[in-house]
């Protein structure tokens, strides 16, 4: 459930549609060019059918744990905000990608769906449900993404500082592990982006979400509400951007 109050800030607060405001060429270009695209891109079609095909499946998983639809609903993102995090990452073209929490794996698909030879690392608590998601996305064998067996977050994080974007699936994350991705992000020599999904989930995620963007070890930041971005590049000046979307 949308917590009302600080939705109603970021509606009043929000602008820089059609790139209004923005003075960055680069931020500028990723507003009206990326975010504001409205054409499907390859891989929408093949990974939102799948996605209907379980949210309406009253079949178990192979765990026994939940049903595929409940599963499903519950750990999946809005098919906009997974379309724009496959949009950004594919601009941004990174090297390594790292995805901490739970997440039903569509998520996963469009971050892999990006490009087949950029490594994506997921790290999470029901890797097996993932792996079944993925599974039925018969169409691409996502050959890039690697399970790894350690669900904690915090040693992950540390031992993958060459990634340079980050997912974060699940925003209470970041309170226990604010101070590991301060590290993650300041320490990062190339550019980097950070992708916070429900940032306002809690008053506690919408805290340290706040603090991370005050905490200036990133170039930018935007907020979508729904869906936070952090970038860290050197062309750019600092920019905190709350975006209607």
């Not at 590991?180 to 940032?199: F, Q, T």
């Amino acid at each position: 459930m949308v917590r009302f109050i600080p939705y109603l800030k970021y509606l009043l607060k929000s602008k820089h549609k059609y790139g209004f405001g923005i003075h960055s060429p680069y931020l500028f270009h990723l507003q009206t060019v990326i975010v504001e695209e409205e054409l499907p891109y390859y891989c929408y079609f093949n990974i939102e059918r799948v996605r209907k095909q379980c949210a309406e499946s009253s079949e178990k998983l192979e765990d026994g744990s939940s049903s595929l639809g409940e599963f499903t609903k519950g750990k999946s993102h809005k098919a906009k905000y997974d379309q724009l995090t496959f949009r950004l990452a594919n601009y941004f073209s990174p090297n390594k990608m790292l995805l901490l929490g739970d997440d039903s794996g569509f998520t996963t698909a469009y971050l892999a769906s990006h490009h087949k030879k950029t490594s994506l690392k997921v790290s999470s608590l029901v890797t097996k449900q993932q792996k079944e998601i993925l599974g039925r996305n018969r169409w691409s064998r996502f050959s890039n993404v690697e399970f790894l067996p350690d669900g904690n977050y915090k040693k992950v994080l540390n031992e993958n500082t060459d990634c340079d974007l980050l997912y974060i699936a699940d925003s209470e994350i970041i309170e226990d592990c604010i101070d590991d991705l301060s590290r993650w992000l300041a320490g990062n020599s190339k550019d980097a982006m950070v992708i916070v999904r429900e940032p306002y989930k809690t008053e506690q995620s919408e805290n340290q979400w706040k603090k991370l963007i005050t905490q200036n070890i990133a170039d930018a930041s935007l907020d979508f509400f729904h869906l936070g971005v952090l970038i860290k590049k050197s062309e750019l000046t600092k920019s905190n951007l709350i975006v209607k979307y």
